[in-house]
């Protein structure tokens, strides 16, 4: 006998749910849960299967489906409007005459409890991360974003870094609102369609979804609604590039309380199709790339992940070829983009609050990030250079 949880807000379904579990020969009542956070306490037992719903209960919002689902329990919405569970990410929704389905409507599940994800929309998201010590993932992220923008195709950069964002103070935007945050706070309250109200443009092809403005502000968003942002982004752009912390630590344990800071970086690398890795181009900074990447593929062992060394100079003493010859001997990854060090054109950029190919057109690094965008953002990713979406 399999468990259920019911969570139904007061709904006149429920009487009805409580004869069907007593005389059900599959399904068996678990738990009558008086709110919300009886509802998430009650999922992390790890006991039961699916929690019958009622979505338009007080505090039932799109972060609450993310942890039950997360927590190995398939949210069944019972009576309710579809608009509200579609808004939400409830992906079955039964009459109380249906319940007898209830079976057929589980979802199949991975080798770790949890329900598989469905990719939503046709865009691609393009996760940019590199490890501590500043190897430059917003400059590589806005200049990849940048130059796919340039060849005409319609393109979303979101600064989803939780220790801070920096997106906005590089291009000059001084807007307080943070992109992210409204977007966040109206998906979880069912509005993700909302998302592209909340992006900044900054020419025809390119918009920024801005981030945080303090580091303090990482708490308000929640894990389910920043998976809708991310899903929304992929209905409004060809390609949604996603600026990301940098820690990768994950929690030893998922408890119904709180929110985990770094969530944000590994949920946008767990939904990313391709993720460039982003290390400097000196002794310290190969060496946290290095580690970082056996810390990434050990937590992504499928990922897709293309390896990008950033600031090359000659003072170095290295040549790109020998560069790359390490990184390949110690990761199994060669890179697939040297990018120079031009700190001229990067503060002409920043100064300015312009995009590098504005401020220096003539640069070498604006030159490699448009050899990066032709060689691989476009055809790796698999858009093509006439693609454009609704930026």
């Given at each position: 006998m399999?468990?259920?949880?019911?969570?139904?807000?007061?709904?006149?379904?429920?009487?009805?749910?409580?004869?069907?579990?007593?005389?059900?020969?599959?399904?068996?009542?678990?738990?009558?849960?008086?709110?919300?956070?009886?509802?998430?306490?009650?999922?992390?037992?790890?006991?039961?299967?699916?929690?019958?719903?009622?979505?338009?209960?007080?505090?039932?919002?799109?972060?609450?489906?993310?942890?039950?689902?997360?927590?190995?329990?398939?949210?069944?919405?019972?009576e309710a409007d579809s608009a509200r569970c579609t808004a939400l990410g409830i992906a079955t929704r039964l009459e109380v005459g249906e319940l007898d389905a209830l079976a057929g409507h589980l979802p199949r599940r991975s080798s770790t409890g949890v329900e598989e994800d469905v990719a939503h929309g046709k865009g691609r998201l393009v996760a940019v991360w590199g490890p501590t010590g500043a190897p430059g993932r917003s400059t590589v992220a806005l200049g990849i974003a940048a130059a796919c923008a340039e060849r005409g195709i319609g393109t979303i950069l979101a600064d989803a870094d939780p220790y801070g964002g920096t997106i906005a103070q590089m291009l000059g935007v001084l807007d307080e609102v943070s992109g992210l945050l409204a977007a966040s706070r109206a998906a979880n309250n069912g509005r993700a369609a909302e998302t592209a109200?909340?992006?900044?443009?900054?020419?025809?092809?390119?918009?920024?979804?801005?981030?945080?403005?303090?580091?303090?502000?990482?708490?308000?968003?929640?894990?389910?609604?920043?998976?809708?942002?991310?899903?929304?982004?992929?209905?409004?752009?060809?390609?949604?590039?996603?600026?990301?912390?940098?820690?990768?630590?994950?929690?030893?344990?998922?408890?119904?309380?709180?929110?985990?800071?770094?969530?944000?970086?590994?949920?946008?690398?767990?939904?990313?199709?391709?993720?460039?890795?982003v290390g400097r181009a000196d002794p310290v900074g190969l060496a946290r790339l290095v580690r970082g990447l056996h810390d990434l593929e050990a937590l992504m062992p499928s990922a897709e992940i293309a390896v990008v060394i950033n600031m090359t100079r000659q003072t170095i003493g290295w040549s790109d070829t020998e560069i790359g010859a390490t990184v390949e001997r110690l990761t199994g990854r060669r890179p697939v983009a040297f990018l120079p060090l031009d700190q001229a054109a990067v503060d002409?950029?920043?100064?300015?609050?312009?995009?590098?190919?504005?401020?220096?057109?003539?640069?070498?690094?604006?030159?490699?990030?448009?050899?990066?965008?032709?060689?691989?953002?476009?055809?790796?990713?698999?858009?093509?250079?006439?693609?454009?979406?609704?930026?």
């Amino acid at each position: 006998m399999r468990e259920v949880l019911i969570a139904a807000g007061g709904a006149g379904w429920e009487s009805a749910a409580l004869t069907f579990l007593e005389s059900s020969r599959d399904f068996t009542l678990a738990r009558r849960c008086v709110d919300v956070a009886d509802l998430l306490a009650a999922a992390q037992t790890g006991d039961a299967v699916a929690a019958l719903i009622s979505p338009d209960a007080p505090g039932f919002d799109a972060d609450t489906v993310y942890r039950l689902v997360r927590a190995g329990v398939h949210p069944v919405a019972v009576e309710a409007d579809s608009a509200r569970c579609t808004a939400l990410g409830i992906a079955t929704r039964l009459e109380v005459g249906e319940l007898d389905a209830l079976a057929g409507h589980l979802p199949r599940r991975s080798s770790t409890g949890v329900e598989e994800d469905v990719a939503h929309g046709k865009g691609r998201l393009v996760a940019v991360w590199g490890p501590t010590g500043a190897p430059g993932r917003s400059t590589v992220a806005l200049g990849i974003a940048a130059a796919c923008a340039e060849r005409g195709i319609g393109t979303i950069l979101a600064d989803a870094d939780p220790y801070g964002g920096t997106i906005a103070q590089m291009l000059g935007v001084l807007d307080e609102v943070s992109g992210l945050l409204a977007a966040s706070r109206a998906a979880n309250n069912g509005r993700a369609a909302e998302t592209a109200e909340h992006l900044y443009g900054i020419n025809g092809s390119l918009s920024i979804l801005t981030g945080l403005p303090r580091p303090d502000l990482w708490a308000q968003v929640r894990a389910g609604a920043a998976e809708l942002v991310l899903q929304q982004l992929r209905h409004d752009a060809a390609i949604s590039v996603i600026d990301c912390g940098f820690c990768l630590e994950q929690p030893e344990s998922f408890d119904s309380g709180a929110p985990r800071r770094n969530q944000l970086t590994l949920q946008s690398l767990e939904a990313a199709d391709d993720v460039i890795a982003v290390g400097r181009a000196d002794p310290v900074g190969l060496a946290r790339l290095v580690r970082g990447l056996h810390d990434l593929e050990a937590l992504m062992p499928s990922a897709e992940i293309a390896v990008v060394i950033n600031m090359t100079r000659q003072t170095i003493g290295w040549s790109d070829t020998e560069i790359g010859a390490t990184v390949e001997r110690l990761t199994g990854r060669r890179p697939v983009a040297f990018l120079p060090l031009d700190q001229a054109a990067v503060d002409a950029a920043l100064i300015g609050g312009r995009l590098l190919s504005e401020a220096s057109p003539d640069s070498r690094l604006t030159k490699s990030f448009a050899r990066l965008a032709r060689e691989w953002a476009t055809e790796h990713a698999g858009v093509g250079s006439a693609s454009s979406a609704g930026t």
